[in-house]
């Protein structure tokens, strides 16, 4: 399994496809939900660019009309993907004093 910096990119996308929506159609439902997120943004979203955190997993599932655990894999392997978030290499959400 390809890790990135979230699990449910793919499954957004996969989702998205389904209903035959294309980026700006989705970007533009969230928005109307009250998600203020650009085609750009939720294209890196899809491709494990950016991080996803849970209120944004809230308006994709609602929007997508999907529970939220449909957003996460069903083979994840949890060994796999517990090291990638915990390791030294990860990106940091809120740098650190260091990183300033």
């Known amino acids: 399994m390809k890790l ?4 449910v990119g793919p499954q957004v996308q996969r989702l998205r496809v389904r209903k035959d929506w294309t980026q700006p159609v989705l ?5 109307l939900a009250g998600w203020s997120i650009s085609t750009g ?3 890196k979203l899809e491709v494990q660019l950016r991080r996803v955190p ?4 809230m308006f994709l599932a609602r929007v997508l009309e999907v ?30 004093r260091a990183q300033v």
């Open 4 to 7: 990135g910096l979230n699990v």
């Open 27 to 31: 970007a533009q439902k969230l928005q």
């Open 41 to 43: 943004s939720l294209g």
């Open 54 to 57: 849970d209120c944004e997993l």
């Open 67 to 96: 529970s939220i655990s449909d957003l996460f894999p069903l083979a994840a392997a949890l060994r796999e993907v517990g090291p990638q978030f915990q390791s030294g290499r990860r990106l940091a959400v809120f740098p650190t």
